[in-house]
């Protein structure tokens, strides 16, 4: 929410984030981690009566799409192979998304498992920030396979203090093992990409939003393209790395990275066999290919 923030001619909610999304294209079906842990922020968003806040736009967005354009909500299913079908000839392809972790939880040998802390016992200190309880997913093609995690972080030496459930990194990976892709968590902060996540992954190609001076920290580049942590071959990219990194990292950013300015497409070919990744002009709307890499070969199982 900020100033100026232009109001819905359709519904009770402002046009900000998803809810401008919403209102443009259109949402059928809406999917979060839930917002009963680790405090009822519904609850919560309806105690602030003079200005909505941004939980509570969401949530007038969410009431409005669900009584007014039929829209589906769900909460994130830890462990789901099904709860993001494809909709069209599901039977031609070898395709799904697998949930891997919401709230910090995956489905570990048929059961739950989490470090989060329990709201029967947690204080104020402890409660968890959103980035912890991000969904994470993996994609299948065949074959292939691409991991998505959001804002997760891990322990890595630096952060040997901060509590246990700071550490979401080694509880999904595991899950989640070898993978052809994967986004880098938490932007490559320097709380993220920790060198056992890496080393359980072994990602041929990681993707890196970047919006931040110090996205990637210099400890989590270093561990991205080790070869103490994982042997082989790895292309870096992201999606527009500032100034101010390149004169902080210097040429070791330079040398990491296949592309640090553009859209990032990630095409998967039939069968899941083989994979390419095209850098799109991101300062003009006609997004023109600037380059192309791969082929990449997907893993074997």
Same mark, same amino acid.
């Given at each position: 929410?900020?100033?100026?923030?232009?109001?819905?001619?359709?519904?009770?909610?402002?046009?900000?984030?998803?809810?401008?999304?919403?209102?443009?294209?259109?949402?059928?079906?809406?999917?979060?981690?839930?917002?009963?842990? $680790?405090?009822?922020?519904?609850?919560?968003?309806?105690?602030?009566?003079?200005? $909505?806040?941004?939980?509570?736009?969401?949530?007038?967005?969410?009431?409005?799409?669900?009584?007014?354009?039929?829209?589906?909500?769900?909460?994130?299913? $830890?462990?789901?192979?099904?709860?993001?079908?494809?909709?069209?000839?599901?039977?031609?392809?070898?395709?799904?998304?697998?949930?891997?972790?919401?709230?910090?939880?995956?489905?570990?040998?048929?059961?739950?498992?989490?470090?989060?802390?329990?709201?029967?016992?947690?204080?104020?200190?402890?409660?968890?920030?959103?980035?912890?309880?991000?969904?994470?997913?993996?994609?299948?093609?065949?074959?292939?396979? &691409?991991?998505?995690?959001?804002?997760?972080?891990?322990?890595?030496?630096?952060?040997?203090?901060?509590?246990?459930?700071?550490?979401?990194?080694?509880?999904?990976?595991?899950?989640?093992?070898?993978?052809?892709? /994967?986004?880098?968590?938490?932007?490559?902060?320097?709380?993220?990409?920790?060198?056992?996540?890496?080393?359980?992954?072994? $990602?041929?190609?990681?993707?890196?939003?970047?919006?931040?001076?110090?996205?990637?920290?210099?400890?989590?580049?270093?561990?991205?393209?080790?070869?103490?942590?994982?042997?082989?071959?790895?292309?870096?990219?992201? /999606?527009?790395?500032?100034?101010?990194?390149?004169?902080?990292?210097?040429?070791?950013?330079?040398?990491?990275?296949?592309?640090?300015?553009?859209?990032?497409?990630?095409?998967?070919?039939?069968?899941? /066999?083989?994979?390419?990744?095209?850098?799109?002009?991101?300062?003009?709307?006609?997004?023109?290919?600037?380059? &192309?890499?791969?082929?990449?070969?997907?893993?074997?199982?």
């Amino acid at each position: 929410m900020y100033p100026g923030i232009t109001h819905s001619d359709k519904g009770n909610y402002y046009l900000t984030g998803i809810t401008g999304v919403g209102e443009a294209v259109g949402i059928s079906k809406l999917v979060d981690r839930g917002w009963d842990y $680790p405090i009822d922020l519904r609850e919560e968003a309806q105690k602030d009566t003079i200005q $909505p806040t941004t939980m509570s736009n969401y949530f007038n967005f969410i009431d409005w799409s669900i009584s007014n354009r039929n829209m589906q909500y769900q909460k994130f299913i $830890p462990g789901s192979k099904d709860q993001f079908p494809m909709l069209h000839q599901n039977n031609l392809y070898n395709f799904y998304v697998e949930n891997i972790q919401a709230n910090g939880i995956v489905i570990k040998e048929g059961k739950p498992y989490t470090k989060m802390p329990s709201t029967k016992t947690m204080n104020k200190e402890e409660i968890p920030g959103e980035n912890h309880l991000s969904a994470g997913i993996l994609l299948h093609y065949g074959d292939f396979k &691409c991991y998505i995690g959001g804002d997760i972080s891990g322990t890595a030496p630096e952060f040997e203090d901060k509590p246990i459930w700071h550490d979401v990194e080694s509880v999904v990976a595991p899950i989640v093992g070898e993978v052809d892709v /994967t986004t880098a968590n938490h932007h490559a902060n320097r709380d993220a990409m920790t060198s056992y996540f890496l080393s359980i992954l072994k $990602p041929r190609v990681i993707i890196q939003e970047v919006w931040s001076s110090d996205h990637p920290g210099h400890e989590a580049l270093l561990r991205m393209t080790s070869q103490k942590i994982w042997k082989g071959e790895r292309d870096i990219f992201s /999606t527009a790395m500032l100034e101010a990194n390149r004169l902080v990292i210097g040429e070791l950013l330079e040398n990491s990275y296949r592309s640090m300015n553009g859209h990032i497409v990630l095409r998967v070919f039939p069968n899941g /066999t083989t994979y390419k990744i095209y850098i799109l002009d991101n300062m003009t709307e006609a997004k023109q290919v600037k380059a &192309c890499f791969g082929p990449y070969k997907t893993k074997q199982k």
